[in-house]
C-alpha cells in the first residue's frame, strides 16, 4: 500500500502545532526575562508582551477549531534554542551593563522566529480558503511585528547606550 502524499493542509497543522508549543514556551519564558531585566522600559515590553501571548494562544487554538483539530503542540527546536540562548545570557551576563542588550537580542530572535511563522501560516491558510484563520493569524502577525519594533526602539534609545557607557 503506497504511502499518502503530504499535502499543504498537513504541512499547515504541523505548523500549527509547532507554532503553539512555541508559544507556550514563550509565555513561560517572559515572565523570567521580565525579572532579569534592569531597564524598566524593557521590563515593561516584556510584561505586555506576555499578556498578548495569552492572546495569541487564544487564536492559535480558534484556528485548531477552523479546522477542527485538538489544540496540541509538538516540540519547536527552534524556539527551544532560542530560549536556551536567552536564559544562557541571563546566567552568564547578570548584574552587567550589557545583560539588558543581551535579553533585548533574545527577545528579537524570537519575535523574528514568530514573524516568519505567522506570515507563512497566513499565507498557507489563505491558500486553503481559511479566511477566518487568515484573519486570525495577521492579527498575530501584526502584534508580533509591533512588538519587534518596540524592542528595536527601546534597544536604539536607551539599552544599547547603557550597554556601552557603564
Not at 18 to 36: G, N, R, V
Request: with cysteine.
Amino acid at each position: 500500500m503506497a504511502k499518502q502524499p503530504k499535502m499543504l493542509e498537513d504541512l499547515f497543522h504541523d505548523t500549527l502545532k509547532d507554532i503553539y508549543f512555541a508559544e507556550k514556551k514563550i509565555l513561560a519564558t517572559l515572565p523570567k526575562m521580565e525579572k532579569a531585566a534592569q531597564a524598566a522600559e524593557l521590563k515593561a515590553a516584556f510584561k505586555k508582551h506576555h499578556t498578548e501571548t495569552q492572546g495569541h494562544i487564544d487564536r492559535l487554538e480558534k484556528v485548531f477549531a477552523i479546522i477542527d483539530k485538538k489544540p496540541v503542540g509538538k516540540t519547536c527546536a527552534a524556539i527551544v534554542g532560542i530560549t536556551d540562548e536567552g536564559a544562557e545570557i541571563m546566567d552568564e551576563y547578570k548584574g552587567s551593563p550589557a545583560l539588558d542588550a543581551g535579553l533585548l537580542a533574545a527577545a528579537q530572535a524570537v519575535e523574528h522566529y514568530e514573524i516568519s511563522r505567522y506570515g507563512t501560516m497566513r499565507t498557507w491558510a489563505n491558500e486553503l480558503g481559511l479566511g477566518d484563520a487568515v484573519k486570525l493569524l495577521d492579527a498575530t502577525l501584526a502584534e508580533e511585528k509591533k512588538t519587534d519594533a518596540t524592542l528595536s526602539e527601546i534597544a536604539e534609545s536607551v539599552v544599547n547606550q547603557e550597554a556601552e557607557a557603564a
